[in-house]
C-alpha cells in the first residue's frame, strides 16, 4: 500500500468518531498536526492514541523520564515527527541541550537517572519484556519503582502504536516543527 492511500483529513472530513479529537487537539494547539490528519482515517486508532497518551502523561514518571521513554522509541523506530515533536517538548520543558542530543543519538545520558530509564526501555524493547531481575533492579537501583517499571511498558505501547502509524501513512513533519526535526 503506497502512502497516497492515506487522506489529510481535515474535522469536516474525517470519519464522525475521529472528529471530536481532531477539533479538541486544533483547539489545545491552535493547528491540527498532519500525522493527526491521517490517523483520522481510523477513529478507533486516533481514540486509542489520544486515551494512551493521555493516560501515559498521568503516570508516576517525572516529565522528562516520560520524555526520555518516547524519544528513545521514537528514534529507534525511526519517526521523524514524533523525534521532532518530543524534541519541540523537551526544550520546553527546559530539557538541557546535551540531554536532548544524546537521546536523540541513542547514547547515554548525563543524568543518571534518566539514563536508567533509557537503557531500560531499551532492555524492554529488546527482551521484549523479559528483562530480568538484575535490569529490573538496575533501574531500581535509580530510584525508580516497579511501578514506574510498568508505567515504562505502557509509554512503549503508546509510542510504538504512533511511530509506526505515523511511518506507514507517511505522515510529514508539521512546519512548526521543522527547526526540530
Known sequence: MSITAFTDHTPQSAPQGARRIMEATTRQLGFLPAAMARLAGSPELLEAFHRMSALFETTSLEPLAREAVILTVAVRNECHVCVAMHTRKLQALGADEELTRAL????????????????????????????????????????????QALEVVLGIGVYTLSTLANKLTGAPVDPGLVPFA
Open 104 to 147: 536523540r543519538a541513542q547514547s547515554p545520558l548525563p543524568d543518571e537517572r534518566l539514563e536508567a530509564v533509557r537503557v531500560f526501555t531499551c532492555e524492554v524493547l529488546d527482551r521484549s519484556g523479559d528483562v530480568g531481575e538484575e535490569r529490573l533492579n538496575a533501574f531500581l537501583a535509580q530510584g525508580h519503582t516497579s511501578q
